[in-house]
């Protein structure tokens, strides 16, 4: 079978080919051009000629009887030149010739120089190169494995910025699938939930009706203590159906048209229910407020299950301020408590259905809420104020505004 190179590998064979090619052609000219170049300069050949002629000719003017000093001297001149430079060529040969016996030798070295040269340049590009890929291929495996990426850093702003920019994109590809994990456990969480919820509703509903009317009998007897005893068991009958209610809206979305709903209005109405006795109630609406769409019965439900909350956690003498305000094209409501507030682990748990600090409660209210409003384009957020208690804000949107 064929072996899959890596990109690094790929990467450093194309750079040897690169750099190795042009260097050996020009190794092999240049070794070519200096054999044919010392076989024409190198050789004593031509001085030995060059001599033959000019002793001919100093020959030929001795016998010639030549007496004029100035030809004699410059006869003797050329004599000397020629010996010497017939001298220096075969010398030059010599050298040469111990050169071209070395010439295989020193090409090998030198190519061996030329190769070390051009593997550790390709080398140090090839790493440069696959850096960057092999670091986003470890991005993708934290990415699977819903492991956390690096944070970004001075390597960043260094690199290349095609690589740079794909670096951000895996960034928020890793958060946006995050949160669409989050949002899958969540929904999944929700619908066993809701389904649990509507199978207690349901058994619970079965058997109330025919415990009210025996208690209800019980409750109408002439013994003091029965009678009391029936009383007891309607409270306890009420609260039951209630719970039944509260499991059995658990997980509906709010059905029908929407409608213009008052939010101000709407939260006077709640306030004058509950704000008689314990700890007192401020409403503090904020200027002219736009009205929202929704649905007047499951906002009245999300407020009053707030309002309630917080009576609940102020004490008989505290106070519950209740402040109404538009924020760009929002309505948002501050529902804030004078109790202690709500434990640092506990802010994330409070939006769990199983999660309640109440010995009666069962811990849909705050999770009805944040479905609820969701259910109407908005959000909810809670958390600790810092003059103290707890805050919870409800953000809608109000159609018609002009968003900041």
């Avoid at 090998?108 to 440069?128: D, E, H, K, M």
């Avoid at 470890?138 to 990426?149: C, D, S």
């Amino acid at each position: 079978m064929f072996r899959i190179k890596s990109f690094q590998r790929r990467i450093l064979l194309a750079l040897l080919a690169i750099g190795l090619a042009p260097a050996a052609i020009l190794l092999l000219v240049g070794t070519q051009g200096l054999r044919s170049g010392a076989s024409i300069l190198g050789t004593a050949g031509p001085w030995g000629s060059v001599a033959e002629s000019g002793q001919l000719l100093l020959e030929r003017v001795d016998s010639a009887g030549v007496t004029d000093p100035g030809v004699l001297d410059a006869g003797r001149a050329h004599r000397e030149a020629l010996s010497d430079g017939l001298r220096g060529s075969q010398i030059f040969a010599l050298v040469l010739d111990k050169i071209l016996q070395l010439l295989p030798l020193l090409t090998l070295g030198l190519g061996l120089v030329i190769a070390g040269l051009a593997y550790w340049a390709a080398r140090q590009l090839s790493r440069g190169f696959s850096r960057p890929i092999a670091d986003l291929v470890a991005w993708t495996q934290l990415i699977g494995r819903g492991e956390p990426l690096p944070a970004p850093g001075p390597a960043d702003a260094r690199g290349v910025e095609e690589f740079t920019q794909l670096r951000e994109s895996l960034r928020r590809m890793a958060a946006e699938l995050e949160e669409g994990r989050r949002q899958a456990i969540q929904a999944a969480k929700l619908r066993s939930w809701t389904e649990m919820a509507r199978r207690v509703a349901h058994e619970l509903k079965n058997p109330l009706t025919p415990m009210r009317m025996a208690a209800s009998s019980v409750s109408l007897l002439e013994n003091k203590t029965a009678r009391e005893a029936g009383a007891v068991l309607l409270e306890e009958i009420q609260r039951l159906d209630e719970m039944a209610r509260t499991f059995s809206q658990f997980g509906r979305m709010p059905e029908g048209p929407r409608s213009e709903v008052d939010v101000v209005e709407l939260l006077e109405s709640l306030v004058r229910q509950h704000g008689g006795g314990g700890a007192t109630v401020h409403l503090e609406p904020v200027g002219k407020l736009p009205l929202v769409l929704g649905h007047v019965d499951a906002l009245e439900r999300c407020f009053r299950n707030l309002l309630l909350n917080a009576l609940e956690a102020s004490a008989p003498d505290g106070r519950v301020v209740v402040r109404v305000w538009q924020e760009g094209g929002a309505v948002v409501t501050e529902i804030r408590d004078s109790g202690p507030g709500i434990p640092p682990e506990n802010l994330e748990l409070i939006w769990e259905p199983d999660f309640t600090t109440k010995s009666r409660g069962t811990g849909l209210g705050l999770p009805m809420v944040r479905q609820t409003i969701a259910a109407h384009q908005g959000r909810v957020e809670g958390g600790n104020h810092p003059e103290g208690g707890a805050a919870f804000l409800v953000v809608l949107p109000a159609p018609g505004s002009s968003p900041r």
